[in-house]
């Protein structure tokens, strides 16, 4: 029993200093520094508005682009909140319980009569 306590100990001193040895060699991280984008590449107009109001004890959070209400996120006092979301860019609000990554198909217009 002591023969396996001393290895043990020695298995365990020996991955410490193994472990402080490499962390040592490591060398320092910095974090990278801000690039702008390039001039003109950013749309101001395309930055999404929001605006926030309570509607009685409901937080209502509105997203708008160039002026087009395209989302609303409804947080309820108790439980999780719910989206509202314009789909098809035709005023008509669809709920979805939540915003997962692939819960919009992608609807382009192709052609228009």
């Known amino acids: ?67 087009l209400l395209y989302m609303i996120k409804v947080t309820p006092p108790h439980g999780k909140p719910y989206y509202l979301v314009d789909t098809r860019g035709d005023g008509m609000m669809r709920r979805y319980d939540d915003l997962s990554p692939n819960f919009v198909v992608p609807m382009w217009l192709i052609h228009q009569f």
């Not at 029993?1 to 100990?9: K, T, Y």
């Not at 193994?18 to 320092?28: G, I, N, Q, R, Y």
């Not at 991280?29 to 004890?57: A, C, F, N, S, W």
């Open 1 to 67: 029993m002591r023969a396996l306590s001393l290895v043990l100990f020695a298995a365990a001193f020996a991955s410490a200093a193994v472990t402080s040895a490499w962390a040592a060699d490591k060398p320092a991280v910095e974090p990278l520094p801000y690039i702008p984008p390039p001039p003109g590449m950013v749309d101001p107009e395309l930055e999404p508005q929001i605006t926030i109001v309570q509607k009685g004890e409901d937080k209502v959070e509105e997203y708008r682009v160039k002026g």
